[in-house]
């Protein structure tokens, strides 16, 4: 479980007990559903990660609503949308292994994260990593819900494949951005775990998106 769960969960069980000390039995109930919930909603899973070479794997748990050819700064790319909802492991893991190139965050809106316009005009954070001749590029994007996104790493750092980076709170999204000659694996309406799911398989030799990277971070700084 990610420690934040013991926080809430924490918070609303001693929350209950004042209640129930204060007003009685019957309104601690709904600070100890409250309680649980949180224990619940903050779970962390192990997860078994493909170790076939160019497994590009889901960042996250939850439904795929996009998958679309998008051309980024000259370059075409494919990118993969993952709505997770509350009731998903908000866990994210790294699609690939290799280093952290860049890391922007992007303050902005909290739309609906099913809307297409969130992927460019929500709060969120842009990281690149590049590995075994591939360069990915993902997206932790803040929802309706999220108010707060956590990255545990930093450019520079080291990540394996399918290792935990980081946690959206509560609704979210997740998008994948690589290059077009990936093959990929799922279609929309697919559910994917984070960490053990493979959305792509990339081809021996891609481009480096490094371009793409510092045109996302300079559209961001916008």
């Not at 649980?36 to 192990?46: G, N, Q, S």
């Not at 990118?79 to 902005?108: C, E, M, T, W």
Request: aromatic share 8%.
């Amino acid at each position: 479980m990610v420690s934040d769960g013991y926080y809430y969960g924490l918070a609303m069980i001693v929350a209950a007990v004042l209640l129930g000390w204060l007003a009685g039995p019957l309104w601690a109930i709904p600070a100890c559903l409250l309680a649980f919930f949180f224990l619940w909603f903050f779970r962390d899973p192990e997860r078994a990660i493909p170790d076939s070479p160019g497994a590009l794997v889901s960042p996250g748990d939850g439904k795929v609503t996009e998958v679309a050819s998008i051309v980024m700064n000259g370059v075409p790319l494919t990118r993969i949308s993952i709505f997770l909802s509350v009731f998903d492991v908000h866990v994210n893991r790294s699609p690939i292994a290799g280093v952290i190139r860049k890391v922007h965050y992007q303050k902005g809106k909290f739309l609906n994260a099913m809307n297409p316009a969130s992927a460019e005009d929500n709060e969120q954070n842009v990281v690149t990593v590049e590995g075994d001749g591939h360069s990915v590029i993902f997206k932790q994007i803040a929802g309706l819900l999220a108010r707060r996104i956590v990255f545990n790493k930093k450019a520079g750092d080291t990540v394996e494949r399918g290792e935990r980076v980081g946690l959206i709170k509560f609704g979210s999204r997740v998008d994948v951005l690589m290059d077009a000659s990936a093959a990929v694996q799922i279609k929309v309406g697919d559910r994917v775990k984070g960490g053990s799911s493979v959305l792509a398989h990339l081809a021996r030799e891609s481009k480096p998106l490094s371009a793409v990277g510092a045109e996302v971070t300079r559209q961001g700084a916008l």
